[in-house]
């Protein structure tokens, strides 16, 4: 007899009778098997889509210098400075692991000893590092370049926004800081002022990013 493709083959032959045991069984098992690959495939691209994250180490070579940056670390792109679960910084954006430095923040308005490594790529310039901890309580910032590091740290780390540069536009300012009823304009002008009383009027403070105010 010849078989015409429009001939189906029957659900009893390949799972015997549809109200027999092994029929429900294998339907079971089918129901299984669907839901195992659906869950894996949701646990892939979950993982794919989190942050990388990288924390420094809080350490220090006999004489009191910061090692974090004695080993070479290579940020020659923003995509490798991702890779690697540094927070990147370029063009006045969180361009790479965001969560990481949200979790940062989160972390340390809650008291917890934690840290995070900024890469920050600037036009014309060479990206440079910042690795900035909070630790018992108190946030310290060191960088690959050489700056004075204040050592007693600082007890705020502060998102100031407002509007500055030309033309005027929204923009944050995060800072360190042991003031924290500092403002925006009282910031941009102690940072910009020639007059020295007033540029001291906010010590101690750092500046450790700009961004734009859609971050």
């Known amino acids: 007899m010849q078989f015409r493709s429009t001939d189906c083959i029957r659900d009893d032959i390949i799972y015997g009778d549809m109200g027999s045991e092994e029929y429900l069984m294998n339907r079971k098992n089918m129901g299984i098997l669907y839901f195992t690959v659906l869950f894996s495939a949701f646990v892939f691209f979950t993982s794919c889509s989190t942050d990388n994250s990288y924390m420094p180490e ?11 940056f004695d080993e070479r670390i290579d940020i020659e792109t923003p995509k490798i400075s991702s890779e690697q679960g540094y927070v990147v910084v370029s063009d006045r954006e969180i361009s790479g692991n965001l969560k990481t430095w949200k979790k940062f923040v989160s ?3 809650k008291g917890r000893d934690t840290s995070v490594r900024l890469v920050v790529y600037l036009d ?14 108190k946030y310290y910032i060191f960088n690959n370049i050489d700056e004075e590091v204040y050592k007693d740290g600082y007890n705020y780390l502060l998102t100031l926004e407002g509007r500055f540069g030309m033309p005027e536009k929204d923009q944050k300012a995060v800072i360190l800081t042991n ?6 304009d009282i ?9 020295y009383q007033a540029s001291q009027s906010i010590r101690p403070t750092r500046l450790v990013m700009f961004l734009k105010c859609d971050e």
Request: aromatic share 16%; hydrophobic share 25%; charged share 15%.
């Open 58 to 68: 809080f350490a220090f070579d006999s004489d009191n210098h910061y090692t974090g």
């Open 187 to 195: 910031y941009m002008n102690s940072w910009l002022s020639s007059n």
């Open 107 to 109: 972390d340390s308005e």
């Open 179 to 184: 003031n924290n009823g500092i403002t925006f």
């Open 124 to 137: 014309n310039s060479q990206p440079h590092i910042c690795d900035i901890f909070h630790h018992e309580g």
